[in-house]
C-alpha cells in the first residue's frame, strides 16, 4: 500500500522560498504511468493543483504558480519535492502532495489536471504552511 507523508516548515517568511518534501513509501515514484501531485488548500477555500512531476521525470505546472514553482524528485530516497518561490501570505495553506494515473492537460501555456480530485488515488495527510514576518 502506498503511503504518501509531507514535511516541511510551518512557517515561512514573506518573500522567502518554501520547501516541502514529500516521501513516498510502498511504492516507487518511477512506477509507470504515476503522476505525483502538489495540492493546497487555503484557509476557506477549496482545493487549488499546483503542478506534478510524472514517473518519467517530465515536469507540470498551473499557469497561475508556473513562474514561482519547482517540482523534482529524489529517485534513490523516493521522494518529491516542492519549492515555492517569493511566498506572501496568500501561499498560506495546508499543502497535499498526491497520486493519479492521469497525464495533465496543456492549458494556457502551461498545464491543468485532466480529472477531478476525486480521482486522485493516495493523499498525504496534508502539512499546514503560514506564510507570515
Known amino acids: 500500500q502506498v503511503q504518501l507523508q509531507e514535511s516541511g516548515p510551518g512557517l515561512v517568511k514573506p518573500s522567502q522560498t518554501l520547501s516541502l518534501t514529500c516521501t513516498v513509501s510502498?511504492?516507487?515514484?518511477?512506477?509507470?504511468?504515476?503522476?505525483w501531485s502538489w495540492i493546497r488548500q487555503p484557509p476557506g477555500k477549496g482545493l487549488e493543483w499546483m503542478g506534478a512531476?510524472?514517473?518519467?521525470?517530465?515536469?507540470y505546472y498551473s499557469p497561475s504558480l508556473k513562474s514561482r514553482t519547482s517540482i523534482s524528485r529524489d529517485t534513490p530516497k523516493n521522494r518529491i519535492t516542492l519549492q515555492l518561490s517569493s511566498v506572501t501570505p496568500e501561499d498560506t495553506a495546508v499543502y497535499y502532495c498526491?497520486?493519479?494515473?492521469?497525464?495533465?492537460?496543456?492549458?494556457?501555456?502551461?498545464?491543468?489536471?485532466?480529472?477531478?480530485?476525486?480521482?486522485?488515488?493516495?493523499w498525504g495527510q496534508g502539512t499546514p504552511v503560514t506564510v507570515s514576518s
Open positions: 512531476i510524472a514517473y518519467s521525470g517530465s515536469t
Open positions: 498526491a497520486r493519479d494515473s492521469v497525464r495533465p492537460d496543456a492549458y494556457q501555456g502551461a498545464y491543468t489536471i485532466s480529472t477531478s480530485f476525486a480521482d486522485f488515488d493516495t
Open positions: 510502498g511504492g516507487s515514484i518511477s512506477a509507470n504511468h504515476y503522476y
